[in-house]
């Protein structure tokens, strides 16, 4: 009987172990395996002026000089949070918020010129969303 129930248990165990694999398999297709593109709040900081400038250049804005990022008050290891601002070539208030949370793997972007949005919420700013679409 001892050697049944020994049987049994690492039969059970593998069973688990396959459910768990084949679970996670199915986690990361439905989700494509999204990583947060910039793992840390420094990280974040430091791309946002190259890739919301390259933005703003898809959608014919042009930039009187390079966008100025701070970390926004409240920003965690686990939540960022960034602002940049700047001023458009023709005189207009630029700012773009970026945020990532690790918890969830997600960014956020929303980019406003003159108090306006031109993007919302989008998930990639600039050559960042080439490289999430291959």
């Given amino acids: 009987m ?8 690492i039969l059970g165990s593998a069973a688990l ?3 768990v694999l084949v679970g996670g398999g199915v ?4 989700t494509g395996g999204d990583d947060l593109k910039y793992q840390t709040q420094s990280a974040l900081r430091k791309a946002m002026p190259a890739t919301a400038a390259a933005e703003l ?4 804005v042009t930039l009187a000089s390079p966008l100025k990022c701070e970390d926004l008050p409240g920003w965690t ?3 960022m949070r960034v602002s940049c601002t700047g001023t458009t070539s ?3 208030p630029v700012e773009v918020l970026g945020s990532g949370e690790q918890e969830t793997d997600k960014s956020y972007y ?3 010129v003159d108090g306006q949005p031109l ?3 989008v998930s990639c700013l600039g050559a960042d969303c080439d490289t999430q679409d291959s």
Avoid: H, P, S
């Fill in 27 to 30: 986690a990361f297709v439905v």
């Fill in 77 to 79: 290891k686990t939540k």
């Fill in 57 to 60: 250049q898809e959608r014919g």
């Fill in 90 to 92: 023709d005189k207009k």
């Fill in 2 to 9: 001892g050697t049944n129930r020994k049987k049994a248990l």
């Fill in 17 to 19: 172990l396959v459910l």
């Fill in 119 to 121: 993007v919302e919420n």
């Fill in 110 to 112: 929303t980019i406003l």
